[in-house]
C-alpha cells in the first residue's frame, strides 16, 4: 500500500510541475479544451440560439403603420380578369332583357287571346310604342311611316279605353298614360313642319276624346 500511495504522490507531482512549468513557459504547453455545456449543445441542435428573436435588437421596418404592399402583377391581373368577367355578365343581362322584350307586331297577335283586363293594358303598350316610333319617324322625315304609326297610337288608344270600361280594370292608369301621350304629341307638334301639323292634330283631338271618356267613367256627374 505505501508503494501505491507513493506512486500517486509522485504522478501528481509530476502533473503539478508539468502546469507550472507550461505556465511559466518553461515546460511543453498543454492545450486545454473548454467543454461546453450539455444544455448549450442541445440548443444548438435544436436551432433555438439560432434564430433572432423578436425584440432583441433586430432593426425594425421604418414603413408607416398604415403601410400596404402593392398588390403583385398576378392579383392586379386576376382583378382586372374579375372587373371584366361582371361586366360581361351585365352586358348579357342588358342584351337579354332587350330580347326578351315584345315587339309591336307580337303585341298585336297577343291581344285576341288576353281577357278584357289585359288586353286593355296590352293595347295602351302597343300605343306608347308606336308614339316613340313615331317620334323617331318624323325626327328622321320619314313622314309616311310615321303617319302610320300615329294611327296606330290614336285605334289602339281608343281600343285600351273600351277594354278598361268594359272590365271596370285600370281605368286610372289608362287616363294617366293617355294624358302622357297627348303631351308629347303636343310637343311634337312644334317641331314638325306646318304641312305635317294635320295628323298631329287629329290625333290630339281623338286622344282628349278618349281622356274626357275615362274621366267620366271614373267621376260620373251626380255621383256623391
Known sequence: MLGVHASVECAVGSRRDSVSSSANGTGSAIKLQRVPHPCRVFCDMVG??????????????????????????????????????????VLAGSTATARTEPTVEELKARVSAANVGDKAKICLE?????????????????????????????AFSELARDYSLQSHKHQKRTEIAIRSMTRKLNDLLHVVGREEQGPLKEAIKHLERVRDDLLAAMFPKGAK
Open 48 to 89: 433555438i440560439f439560432s434564430r433572432p428573436f423578436e425584440g432583441s435588437g433586430q432593426p425594425k421596418s421604418k414603413r408607416p403603420s398604415g403601410y400596404q404592399a402593392p398588390p403583385a402583377p398576378d392579383s392586379r391581373l386576376r382583378r382586372l380578369l374579375s372587373n371584366v368577367f361582371l361586366l360581361a355578365i
Open 126 to 154: 302597343i300605343a306608347e310604342k308606336q308614339l316613340n316610333a313615331a317620334n323617331k319617324q318624323y325626327t328622321a322625315d320619314d313622314i309616311e311611316k310615321a303617319q302610320t304609326s300615329l294611327t296606330d297610337v290614336v
